[in-house]
């Protein structure tokens, strides 16, 4: 059977291929108010952009090695907008100086056809969430703070259960590559969250949603 057709472009804003510097950490329910209270003193945006999106994570298996992963979400909240598919690398193990993990990060919106093409290629879904929460804005760097929830039933947004009692609050930037500075600002701004959240450079693979 053919692939059906899917048309993807660069995010608004950037080049396709980038590196993210990121930070991350998490705060129970009942610190949240206080941290949106915090953020919202500290970033360019004092009202949060609010999101839920549906994220569905491909593998596509070789002869050998680890699989290659895709990432496929959308927006519940604008069912218009395109679907992003995102590649994230392995982190980068080099200056153990740096304040922040940093790994290549290439990001496109796609078509509605996405999961179709995917599934035409061969990968598999492995799993999926629904994350929903605020986004804030200091400058080049991008906070979120979200709560994760399972899909109990594939595919069926409605029916979820939260996944722990606490909110993911991540900090990253994404830059060409060589930008180190940018893990200084972070460390920075990192600071200035404690001690309601405590920002660190976690490894991604060592987690699993």
């Given amino acids: 059977m053919e692939a059906p057709q899917v048309t993807v472009m660069p995010v608004t804003g950037g080049a396709i291929n980038m590196m993210e510097y990121l930070l991350q950490g998490s705060v129970f329910d009942q610190a949240l108010e206080s941290l949106l209270h915090r953020l919202r003193g ?46 994230l690398g392995q982190p980068e193990v080099g200056d153990k100086s740096r304040h922040a993990l940093v790994r290549n990060c290439v990001d496109v919106a796609a078509s509605h056809s996405l999961p179709e093409f995917l599934n035409e290629m061969g990968f598999r879904m492995d799993h999926e969430f629904v994350a929903n929460g ?31 009692l606490s909110f993911l609050v991540e900090l990253s930037v994404l830059a060409p ?5 940018m893990s200084e600002d972070m460390r920075s701004f990192a600071e200035q969250l404690k001690p309601l959240v405590h920002l660190e450079k976690i490894d991604p693979s060592k987690q699993r949603h």
């Fill in 134 to 164: 605020h986004i804030f804005r200091k400058g080049a760097m991008k906070i979120v703070v979200s709560k994760l929830s399972r899909i109990l039933v594939p595919g069926n947004t409605e029916n979820t259960e939260r996944l722990s």
């Fill in 42 to 87: 500290l970033c360019d945006n004092m009202e949060p952009e609010t999101f839920t999106d549906h994220e569905l994570v491909y593998l596509l298996k070789g002869q050998q090695g680890n699989p290659f992963i895709l990432r496929a979400r959308r927006s519940l909240s604008h069912p218009t907008s395109p679907w992003h598919l995102r590649y």
């Fill in 177 to 181: 590559a060589g930008q180190d500075t």
